[in-house]
């Protein structure tokens, strides 16, 4: 599969709980974007890497919310303590540079219970 | 702050009509304005970018920087177009992009 594939596709976790969430981008992308989406609503930025280092993580929205990406392919989300309000759907996207087309993965759904 | 309004959620048009999604968009410089589309159990995905100024299925969207408009056309809708079209700006690029809340577009035959 030459596509962004996210692991898992759903996810449910029990409130207060450790959750991590995986991108596979496709070969070859330097940049990696993760997008958050509640129901009813667009996806909203929360952090941008480009290789190994974040660019851009003004979207996370407080230290619950961590993402790695070590060796510049692979990333992972990391949400720590989670909450009800955390369920959504996470989109991870990929792209050659910043420049040219993002490709996005199928998303993992996130419930909180 | 940047932000994107998509008026309708929801937009019901006969096969063969002209289509409009309307899209305005608040932003101080000049941005860029993206159109994505998400077919049913499909991912999002790129539908056009004002920047490379392509018709893609027959869409056009033109940037009305005096309206602050980036509304996407289609002179003769079809069945397929049927989807969730979501209209979205950067500051440069597809770093940090700012989605509208979609407009649900169903095609009736």
Not at chain 2, 65 to 81: C, I, M, N, R, V
Request: with cysteine; net charge positive; hydrophobic share 30%.
């Amino acid at each position: 599969g030459a596509g962004v594939s996210q692991t898992p596709s759903n996810k449910v976790t029990e409130k207060g709980k450790y959750v991590e969430l995986r991108c596979d981008p496709i070969s070859g992308h330097t940049a990696l974007y993760w997008y958050r989406q509640s129901l009813g609503q667009g996806p909203e930025f929360l952090i941008y890497f480009q290789g190994t280092g974040a660019a851009d993580d003004s979207g996370l929205p407080n230290d619950r919310f961590f993402a790695v990406r070590p060796e510049g392919s692979v990333s992972t989300l990391k949400i720590q303590r989670t909450e009800r309000g955390d369920s959504a759907v996470y989109l991870c996207a990929s792209s050659i540079d910043r420049n040219t087309e993002a490709f996005f993965g199928q998303g993992t759904r996130l419930t909180v219970v | 702050a940047q932000r994107v309004t998509q008026p309708e959620k929801l937009l019901s048009v006969f096969k063969g009509a002209p289509v409009e999604l309307k899209c305005n968009y608040s932003y101080s410089g000049s941005p860029e304005l993206f159109w994505y589309v998400q077919y049913s159990r499909q991912r999002l995905q790129l539908l056009l970018r004002h920047i490379s100024r392509e018709s893609i299925k027959g869409f056009t969207a033109d940037l009305n920087k005096g309206e602050t408009s980036f509304h996407l056309k289609k002179p003769f809708a079809q069945e397929e177009d049927s989807a969730m079209y979501y209209c979205a700006l950067s500051g440069s690029g597809n770093e940090k992009l700012t989605f509208g809340t979609g407009t649900r577009l169903t095609i009736i035959p």
